[in-house]
């Protein structure tokens, strides 16, 4: 039998000048009470330029604020811009 312990899908926004202009984290399957809430706390993050979301997500989401998996999935939004220049 196959699981996920910690699923969520992110929706996101960046305008064309590389900044956040929104993040949607949906949780799906989570193990722990504070995962949930740190969904709604990624909102801080929104007007960030994406080529500093490496170092932002960790200096505004920490502790009980945060989830492990959906700080990483945050930070992994700083590669959109190479991605996206990478398909056009």
């Given at each position: 039998v196959e699981g996920s312990l910690h699923e969520y899908s992110v929706h996101a926004v960046v305008d064309g000048?590389?900044?956040?202009?929104?993040?949607?984290?949906?949780?799906?399957?989570?193990?722990?009470?504070?995962?949930?809430?740190?969904a709604a706390k990624a909102q801080r993050l929104v007007g960030t330029p994406v080529d500093e979301l490496r170092t932002a997500t960790p200096a505004n989401l920490r502790g009980v604020d945060h989830c492990t998996h959906l700080s990483d999935t945050l930070r992994g939004l700083a590669d959109v811009r190479v991605l996206g220049a990478s398909v056009l």
């Open positions: 000048d590389g900044v956040l202009h929104s993040v949607e984290p949906h949780p799906h399957s989570l193990p722990y009470d504070e995962c949930p809430s740190a």
